[in-house]
């Protein structure tokens, strides 16, 4: 199957690439649409350009090509001229060339850039690693100050997935699902605390999104026995003053209800393997998840979102 | 892993998990971790200031994009890691970064020679394990660099001197203790099957203990003379006994005892509660600086003793 790349929400479509196709999710009318491309996008940049707009921007073959959506639904990709040349290039040309000849030399290096220009420096986030993976990997993740002349903050091999990143930025703070944790710091840090003893042994944290404050945190975990998938809410603000709390589990502050799933006719997930969740808007009203059947013998994906009520 | 004790009431460890360097935090006597962090990557340096001989400082030799960085660790509230130009000392010594690896700037000067850059990597020497550096009431009066290889070396740097190699298969950071006595900075060093205690500046030792058959040390350290109403520098040493049960494999039981710099045997005690029905081989331990604690840190097996308090001030 082809890797996932990532997802975005675009005002009401979440749009989820994988390498080869694109699909939208028409999150009003659960409407579904999916357009083909060729070629492996070997950089990403996931650009949050408010709490309801984020875009994709994907290059392939050495061309910036920008996400967007057809006035029929269709997702489109429109090719990006002059971005390579602009404000992105120092992050590129720091993120990746020099830190992918530092992490891996002659191997191929993917980048994944998270950006958020609407937010205080640092605005740049980048993840580098060999290829896009559900399943953690060994990567290298850096945080960049775009307008500083040393524009480095936090450099840190860190082991996770790579397939539409678990990273979110929010008021100062940044958080990732890594391993079988989740790291949280200001984003002036060199630093991540770990939410220790937050959720059970058989539990990963798949997915993350900060709240637009940065002070509480929705997390979607799966449960590795059952294959069941919670999404909590969790008051982070112990962690980011240096204080672990001694009963972690007070921080959770509840967990979202899953309602309405689009497009209509998702199908039910299996039970044997239940979903894996990749992405939660950044108003944290819908996840995004793949969902997978078996049919004659084939593996087949399909994507979905649900949405999320808080009580 | 290493162990460190950046407060009297702190204890902090790392490790790294699939690349991914880790940092924990204990506050002392409670064993369970406080907090813990993703932290660059790094070689620690370990500094021991004049007058603050309960606190170890923290540092990180950081090698990134842009050469060699050094962050300054500071354990007050969210860890953070400030990236400065050199550590200073008393006396206007320094150590600076340089192409791949650390310059010791005795006296605050510059100087070309090569005894005193600290590198990395050195394909004769080996890797870089950590760096211990230690300040006199006139300054930087030595700096001690375990370099892990084919052989493994103890380099002890001081200033006007050519280092002086001192080969010790298995020394660590971990394995290294210093004390200050009135004779000057007593240090022990240690492997599993034998512990040194050396005055510094001299390059004989003023003992050398041999570990126990069905034994192997796990930590030494010095006790100044003054300790426990007792005129004479001493060496305390921890080892882990091993002893066969009828029908099942061997336990383990952690032993505190205390030498004489002749060698005799001053007092033997086990250490409470450390009894354990596996065989605990090659542990990674360090004792506090006030030699109250013993810290015992592996992946899956982590613990804080108490010391007996015959070692103790």
């Not at chain 1, 059970?200 to 998938?229: F, K, S, Y």
């Not at chain 2, 542990?283 to 804080?304: I, K």
Request: aromatic content about 8%.
């Amino acid at each position: 199957m082809a890797e996932v790349v990532d997802v975005a929400f675009q005002e009401n479509a979440a749009l989820i690439v994988e390498v080869g196709k694109i699909h939208r999710i028409d999150l009003v009318s659960g409407e579904t649409h999916t357009a083909s491309f060729h070629g492996f996008p070997d950089v990403v940049i996931r650009e949050r350009l408010s709490t309801d707009h984020e875009t994709l921007l994907l290059r392939i073959g050495g061309v910036f090509y920008r996400l967007g959506s057809g006035s029929n639904g269709r997702p489109l990709l429109e090719e990006e001229g002059g971005y390579a040349h602009t404000d992105f290039r120092s992050v590129f040309q720091l993120g990746v060339y020099g830190a992918s000849v530092a992490i891996a030399g002659q191997k191929d290096i993917h980048a994944h850039v998270l950006r958020f220009p609407l937010s205080s420096e640092p605005r740049a986030f980048c993840l580098l690693a060999e290829g896009y993976n559900l399943e953690p990997i060994a990567a290298r993740f850096l945080s960049l100050d775009e307008d500083s002349e040393n524009p480095l903050r936090m450099d840190l091999d860190v082991y996770i997935r790579t397939s539409c990143p678990p990273i979110d930025a929010r008021n100062h703070v940044i958080a990732m699902a890594l391993d079988n944790s989740i790291g949280v710091g200001p984003t002036e840090s060199r630093v991540l605390i770990n939410l220790n003893g937050l959720f059970e042994e058989h539990e990963i944290p798949e997915v993350v999104a900060l709240d637009e404050q940065g002070e509480t945190l929705a997390c979607a975990l799966r449960d590795q026995r059952r294959n069941a998938t919670r999404v909590l809410r969790i008051d982070i603000r112990p962690w980011l003053s240096g204080l672990a709390p001694q009963n972690p589990k007070k921080a959770v502050l509840g967990e979202a209800k899953m309602g309405k799933r689009l497009p209509k006719d998702a199908p039910t997930p299996d039970p044997r393997f239940g979903i894996i969740p990749l992405r939660i808007s950044p108003s944290l009203d819908w996840l995004v998840a793949e969902v997978n059947t078996i049919r004659g013998g084939k593996t087949l994906r399909r994507f979905f979102a649900v949405n999320l009520t808080w009580e | 892993m290493s162990i460190f004790f950046p407060s009297h009431r702190m204890c902090v460890t790392s490790d790294e998990i699939e690349r991914t360097k880790r940092l924990h935090i204990l506050e002392l006597p409670d064993e369970s971790v406080r907090a813990t962090y993703q932290i660059p990557a790094g070689i620690y340096i370990r500094v021991h200031r004049w007058g603050k001989d309960t606190e170890e400082l923290l540092w990180l030799a950081n090698s990134g994009m842009h050469g060699v960085s050094l962050l300054r660790f500071d354990f007050s509230g969210f860890l953070s890691l400030t990236n400065e130009a050199q550590i200073d000392f008393l006396d206007g010594s320094r150590i600076v970064p340089a192409r791949n690896g650390l310059q010791i700037q005795w006296g605050g000067r510059l100087s070309d020679k090569s005894s005193d850059f600290v590198p990395l990597s050195d394909p004769r020497v080996g890797d870089l394990e950590g760096i211990i550096a230690i300040e006199g009431p006139s300054g930087l009066q030595a700096v001690l660099v375990p370099r892990v290889g084919e052989t493994d070396f103890l380099v002890f740097h001081e200033p006007g001197k050519a280092p002086i190699f001192l080969s010790l298969a298995g020394v660590r950071m971990n394995r290294v203790e210093i004390a200050r006595s009135e004779q000057g900075v007593l240090i022990a060093i240690t492997n599993k099957s034998v512990a040194k205690l050396f005055l510094l500046s001299r390059q004989r030792p003023l003992c050398k203990i041999e570990g126990a058959p069905s034994s192997e040390i796990c930590a030494a350290f010095p006790i100044p003379a003054g300790t426990g109403g007792v005129g004479r520098d001493r060496i305390g040493v921890i080892s882990a006994r091993f002893e066969r049960l009828e029908g099942k494999g061997w336990s383990t039981i952690l032993m505190s005892q205390v030498f004489e710099t002749n060698g005799s045997l001053v007092s033997e005690a086990e250490i409470p509660e450390s009894a354990h029905e596996y065989q605990l081989l090659q542990l990674n331990a360090r004792v506090s600086p006030d030699r109250r604690w013993l810290v015992v840190w592996e992946p899956y097996y982590h613990r804080v003793f108490q010391i007996p308090s015959i070692t103790n001030s």
